[in-house]
């Protein structure tokens, strides 16, 4: 008989499964990740991010936009993705990268081998144009963000093993790039 394993937040006895979303700049989208993963699965999912090479800076768009969506938006900082393979950093049990460039980089090893997978979104920092333009860019980021979010918030960790949840948060990477063709 084949024995399930159990995710490492169960393992570790702790109902909060944290989260750790990575982009290379750390100020868009790993940002709007965090704050929509910290508002849908409050009191399941701690969600974090970080990038490959920090801006230093949250983009205003990207505050603006929380802000207007009555998100928090305190503690939200751009940062290296070191700060989370450090010894004393957080264990991580979802590891997310939301670009397509960090997710092609050499990740650093994540001590509690968590569960991985590319949920990639076009750069809404990267869109040049109008205000308009680049505001609808964010709230496009935003809206392909918040639909996975929510798909993944509701999977039924409890009752899928980890070779099975990996498949899962694949499949809701693959579906939201289906979405956007």
Avoid at 23 to 38: F, H, Q, W
Wanted: positive net charge.
């Amino acid at each position: 008989m084949m024995r399930r394993q159990r995710l490492p937040g169960s393992a570790r006895g702790r109902a909060i499964y944290n989260v750790l979303f990575l982009c290379t700049g750390n100020s868009a989208r790993s940002i709007l990740a965090e704050a929509l993963l910290n508002h849908w699965g409050r009191g399941q999912f701690k969600g974090y991010s970080a990038g490959s090479f920090p801006k230093g800076a949250v983009h205003p768009l990207t505050l603006e936009l929380l802000e207007r969506l009555r998100l928090p938006t305190h503690g939200l900082r751009s940062k290296s993705w070191d700060e989370f393979a450090r010894p004393g950093a957080p264990v991580m049990d979802f590891v997310f990268t939301v670009c397509d460039q960090a997710a092609g980089e050499i990740c650093p090893v994540w001590p509690g081998n968590p569960i991985t997978a590319h949920w990639g979104v076009p750069d809404p920092a990267a869109v040049e144009g109008t205000d308009d333009q680049r505001r609808q860019a964010f709230r496009d980021a935003h809206r392909q963000l918040e639909s996975r979010i929510k798909l993944f918030v509701a999977l039924p960790l409890d009752k899928l093993d980890r070779m099975s949840l990996k498949d899962h948060t694949d499949q809701i990477g693959r579906s939201g790039a289906e979405q956007l063709r």
